[in-house]
Protein backbone atom coordinates (compact mmCIF):
# COMPACT_ATOMS: atom_id res chain seq x y z
CA UNK A 1 0.00 0.00 0.00
CA UNK A 2 2.35 2.55 1.23
CA UNK A 3 4.57 1.57 -2.33
CA UNK A 4 1.74 2.45 -4.45
CA UNK A 5 0.75 5.65 -2.74
CA UNK A 6 4.57 6.31 -3.26
CA UNK A 7 3.87 5.56 -7.14
CA UNK A 8 1.39 7.42 -6.87
CA UNK A 9 2.70 10.59 -5.63
CA UNK A 10 5.85 10.24 -7.80
CA UNK A 11 3.16 10.03 -11.03
CA UNK A 12 1.58 13.06 -9.70
CA UNK A 13 4.58 14.95 -9.40
CA UNK A 14 5.77 13.86 -13.00
CA UNK A 15 2.28 15.23 -14.44
CA UNK A 16 2.44 18.26 -12.28
CA UNK A 17 5.99 19.33 -13.82
CA UNK A 18 5.34 18.29 -17.48
CA UNK A 19 1.63 19.97 -17.58
CA UNK A 20 3.81 23.27 -15.61
CA UNK A 21 5.97 22.43 -18.88
CA UNK A 22 2.78 22.72 -21.14
CA UNK A 23 1.75 25.66 -19.38
CA UNK A 24 4.39 28.01 -19.70
CA UNK A 25 4.99 27.15 -23.05
CA UNK A 26 1.52 28.43 -23.70
CA UNK A 27 2.41 31.22 -21.96
CA UNK A 28 5.30 31.84 -24.21
CA UNK A 29 2.59 31.55 -26.90
CA UNK A 30 0.45 34.11 -25.48
CA UNK A 31 2.68 36.60 -24.46
CA UNK A 32 4.07 36.33 -28.19
CA UNK A 33 0.33 37.26 -29.34
CA UNK A 34 0.51 39.61 -26.87
CA UNK A 35 3.28 41.88 -28.33
CA UNK A 36 1.03 42.03 -31.00
CA UNK A 37 -2.20 43.49 -29.08
CA UNK A 38 -2.20 47.25 -28.59
CA UNK A 39 -1.74 48.04 -25.12
CA UNK A 40 -5.07 50.00 -22.97
CA UNK A 41 -4.41 53.55 -22.37
CA UNK A 42 -5.85 53.60 -18.75
CA UNK A 43 -5.10 57.08 -17.66
CA UNK A 44 -7.61 59.93 -17.05
CA UNK A 45 -8.08 62.21 -14.79
CA UNK A 46 -11.81 62.22 -13.56
CA UNK A 47 -13.11 66.18 -12.47
CA UNK A 48 -14.56 66.45 -8.81
CA UNK A 49 -14.47 67.91 -5.62
CA UNK A 50 -11.21 68.91 -3.96
CA UNK A 51 -8.62 67.12 -3.00
CA UNK A 52 -8.51 65.04 -5.60
CA UNK A 53 -7.62 61.36 -5.25
CA UNK A 54 -5.00 59.12 -6.76
CA UNK A 55 -5.49 55.57 -7.96
CA UNK A 56 -3.33 53.17 -9.64
CA UNK A 57 -3.29 49.88 -10.80
CA UNK A 58 -0.14 47.40 -10.66
CA UNK A 59 0.06 43.99 -12.42
CA UNK A 60 -0.07 41.69 -15.29
CA UNK A 61 -2.08 41.19 -18.27
CA UNK A 62 -5.30 40.62 -16.73
CA UNK A 63 -5.15 43.73 -14.69
CA UNK A 64 -3.90 45.66 -17.98
CA UNK A 65 -6.96 44.53 -19.13
CA UNK A 66 -5.64 42.52 -22.06
CA UNK A 67 -7.95 41.42 -24.65
CA UNK A 68 -10.42 44.43 -24.26
CA UNK A 69 -10.94 47.22 -26.90
CA UNK A 70 -11.86 50.19 -24.38
CA UNK A 71 -10.18 51.52 -21.06
CA UNK A 72 -13.57 52.08 -20.13
CA UNK A 73 -14.57 48.94 -19.66
CA UNK A 74 -11.52 47.58 -17.17
CA UNK A 75 -10.75 47.52 -14.02
CA UNK A 76 -9.23 50.82 -13.45
CA UNK A 77 -11.58 53.42 -14.89
CA UNK A 78 -14.75 50.89 -13.65
CA UNK A 79 -13.57 51.02 -10.24
CA UNK A 80 -12.52 54.86 -10.32
CA UNK A 81 -16.09 55.83 -12.01
CA UNK A 82 -17.67 54.05 -8.67
CA UNK A 83 -15.90 56.35 -6.50
CA UNK A 84 -16.32 59.17 -7.74
CA UNK A 85 -19.98 58.88 -7.55
CA UNK A 86 -20.15 57.81 -4.07
CA UNK A 87 -18.39 60.69 -2.91
CA UNK A 88 -17.42 63.33 -5.87
CA UNK A 89 -13.99 63.68 -5.01
CA UNK A 90 -11.24 64.43 -8.61
CA UNK A 91 -9.87 61.25 -8.84
CA UNK A 92 -6.97 60.84 -10.99
CA UNK A 93 -6.35 57.13 -12.73
CA UNK A 94 -3.41 55.64 -13.97
CA UNK A 95 -2.01 51.32 -14.92
CA UNK A 96 1.29 50.73 -15.04
CA UNK A 97 0.11 46.49 -15.14
CA UNK A 98 1.61 44.54 -17.87
CA UNK A 99 1.50 41.56 -19.83
CA UNK A 100 3.23 38.45 -18.37
CA UNK A 101 4.40 40.34 -15.21
CA UNK A 102 5.57 38.03 -12.30
CA UNK A 103 5.12 39.15 -8.22
CA UNK A 104 8.57 40.15 -8.69
CA UNK A 105 8.48 42.00 -11.99
CA UNK A 106 5.79 44.41 -10.02
CA UNK A 107 8.19 44.61 -7.19
CA UNK A 108 10.99 45.79 -9.29
CA UNK A 109 9.67 48.30 -11.82
CA UNK A 110 6.39 49.11 -11.13
CA UNK A 111 5.93 50.15 -7.44
CA UNK A 112 7.37 53.75 -7.63
CA UNK A 113 4.00 54.59 -9.50
CA UNK A 114 1.88 53.67 -6.59
CA UNK A 115 3.60 56.74 -4.89
CA UNK A 116 1.57 58.90 -3.02
CA UNK A 117 -1.64 56.61 -4.23
CA UNK A 118 -4.82 56.64 -1.98
CA UNK A 119 -5.94 53.69 -3.93
CA UNK A 120 -3.75 50.51 -5.08
CA UNK A 121 -4.63 47.88 -6.65
CA UNK A 122 -2.88 44.64 -7.44
CA UNK A 123 -3.52 42.00 -9.57
CA UNK A 124 -0.87 39.44 -9.90
CA UNK A 125 -0.14 35.92 -9.19
CA UNK A 126 -1.14 33.85 -12.89
CA UNK A 127 2.59 34.13 -14.57
CA UNK A 128 4.18 32.89 -10.96
CA UNK A 129 1.79 30.12 -10.95
CA UNK A 130 2.43 28.95 -14.20
CA UNK A 131 6.24 28.82 -13.92
CA UNK A 132 7.00 25.58 -12.55
CA UNK A 133 10.41 26.52 -11.43
CA UNK A 134 9.11 29.41 -9.20
CA UNK A 135 8.88 27.75 -5.32
CA UNK A 136 6.01 28.59 -2.82
CA UNK A 137 8.87 29.85 -0.62
CA UNK A 138 9.69 32.62 -3.46
CA UNK A 139 6.59 33.79 -4.32
CA UNK A 140 5.85 34.25 -0.26
CA UNK A 141 9.00 36.51 -0.50
CA UNK A 142 8.57 38.45 -3.53
CA UNK A 143 5.00 38.95 -2.12
CA UNK A 144 6.44 40.06 1.11
CA UNK A 145 8.47 42.44 -0.19
CA UNK A 146 5.89 43.85 -2.69
CA UNK A 147 3.58 45.03 -0.11
CA UNK A 148 5.64 46.47 1.98
CA UNK A 149 7.10 48.42 -0.66
CA UNK A 150 3.85 49.83 -1.51
CA UNK A 151 2.42 50.66 2.14
CA UNK A 152 5.92 52.44 2.42
CA UNK A 153 5.74 54.79 -1.12
CA UNK A 154 1.53 55.33 -1.32
CA UNK A 155 -0.51 57.49 1.11
CA UNK A 156 -0.31 56.59 4.65
CA UNK A 157 -4.13 56.07 5.16
CA UNK A 158 -4.10 53.91 1.85
CA UNK A 159 -6.24 51.54 0.63
CA UNK A 160 -4.47 48.71 -0.99
CA UNK A 161 -6.10 45.47 -2.37
CA UNK A 162 -4.66 42.90 -3.90
CA UNK A 163 -6.38 40.33 -6.23
CA UNK A 164 -4.98 36.61 -5.53
CA UNK A 165 -4.56 33.95 -8.55
CA UNK A 166 -7.43 33.17 -10.55
CA UNK A 167 -7.57 29.22 -10.53
CA UNK A 168 -7.38 29.03 -14.37
CA UNK A 169 -8.73 25.30 -14.47
CA UNK A 170 -11.92 27.55 -15.09
CA UNK A 171 -10.78 28.75 -17.75
CA UNK A 172 -12.41 27.67 -21.31
CA UNK A 173 -9.02 28.19 -23.48
CA UNK A 174 -6.85 26.38 -20.85
CA UNK A 175 -6.38 22.34 -22.63
CA UNK A 176 -8.45 19.96 -20.25
CA UNK A 177 -5.10 17.70 -19.82
CA UNK A 178 -3.81 20.85 -17.66
CA UNK A 179 -6.23 21.87 -15.87
CA UNK A 180 -5.79 19.44 -12.79
CA UNK A 181 -1.90 20.66 -11.89
CA UNK A 182 -2.67 23.77 -13.01
CA UNK A 183 -5.40 24.41 -11.25
CA UNK A 184 -3.72 23.02 -8.09
CA UNK A 185 -0.90 25.22 -8.75
CA UNK A 186 -2.98 28.48 -8.85
CA UNK A 187 -4.76 27.68 -5.96
CA UNK A 188 -1.93 26.95 -4.07
CA UNK A 189 -0.10 30.46 -5.06
CA UNK A 190 -3.79 32.26 -4.13
CA UNK A 191 -3.13 30.31 -0.84
CA UNK A 192 0.39 31.79 -0.13
CA UNK A 193 -0.76 35.64 -1.46
CA UNK A 194 -3.79 35.80 0.91
CA UNK A 195 -1.72 34.11 3.84
CA UNK A 196 1.25 37.02 3.29
CA UNK A 197 -1.45 39.75 2.56
CA UNK A 198 -3.47 39.00 5.79
CA UNK A 199 0.21 39.33 7.48
CA UNK A 200 -0.10 43.08 6.15
CA UNK A 201 -3.60 43.82 6.81
CA UNK A 202 -4.35 43.74 3.15
CA UNK A 203 -7.53 42.57 1.93
CA UNK A 204 -7.74 40.51 -0.92
CA UNK A 205 -10.10 39.53 -3.72
CA UNK A 206 -10.32 35.93 -4.39
CA UNK A 207 -11.03 34.13 -7.49
CA UNK A 208 -11.73 30.74 -6.87
CA UNK A 209 -13.17 28.68 -10.01
CA UNK A 210 -16.22 28.84 -8.32
CA UNK A 211 -16.32 32.68 -8.79
CA UNK A 212 -15.05 31.74 -12.81
CA UNK A 213 -17.99 31.12 -14.79
CA UNK A 214 -17.53 30.94 -19.08
CA UNK A 215 -19.17 34.28 -19.32
CA UNK A 216 -16.04 36.23 -16.88
CA UNK A 217 -13.41 35.02 -19.82
CA UNK A 218 -12.95 36.93 -22.98
CA UNK A 219 -12.49 36.22 -26.29
CA UNK A 220 -8.93 34.27 -26.03
CA UNK A 221 -11.05 31.97 -23.33
CA UNK A 222 -8.22 32.76 -20.55
CA UNK A 223 -8.10 36.55 -19.78
CA UNK A 224 -11.15 38.17 -18.29
CA UNK A 225 -13.51 39.80 -20.68
CA UNK A 226 -15.70 42.95 -20.33
CA UNK A 227 -17.88 40.54 -17.54
CA UNK A 228 -15.04 39.37 -15.73
CA UNK A 229 -13.75 43.18 -15.06
CA UNK A 230 -17.25 44.53 -14.20
CA UNK A 231 -17.79 41.43 -11.94
CA UNK A 232 -14.43 42.48 -10.12
CA UNK A 233 -15.18 46.02 -9.80
CA UNK A 234 -18.48 45.38 -8.09
CA UNK A 235 -16.46 43.51 -5.65
CA UNK A 236 -13.89 46.18 -4.89
CA UNK A 237 -16.24 48.92 -4.82
CA UNK A 238 -18.35 46.82 -2.33
CA UNK A 239 -14.82 46.09 -0.05
CA UNK A 240 -13.57 49.99 -0.79
CA UNK A 241 -16.64 50.72 0.54
CA UNK A 242 -16.37 48.59 3.67
CA UNK A 243 -18.81 45.65 2.56
CA UNK A 244 -16.30 42.69 2.45
CA UNK A 245 -18.85 40.14 1.53
Known sequence: MAGAASRFAAGLVVASAAAGLHAA???RRMRRRARRVTPLGHDIDLPGRFPPRYLVMLGDSAAAGHGLTDPEQAVPRRV???VVAVDGRATAVRSVAVDGATTADVLT???EAARGAEVVLIGVGANDALDARR???ELTEATHQLLTAVRAV???DAHVVLHTCPDLSAAPGLPA???PAVGWRCRRTAQLQAAVAALHG???IDLPRGKLPREVFGT???HPGTEGHARMTERLVGLLSGDRS
Open 177 to 179: VLR
Open 80 to 82: ARA
Open 220 to 222: DGF
Open 135 to 137: TGG
Open 202 to 204: VPV
Open 154 to 156: AAP
Open 109 to 111: TQV
Open 25 to 27: VDV
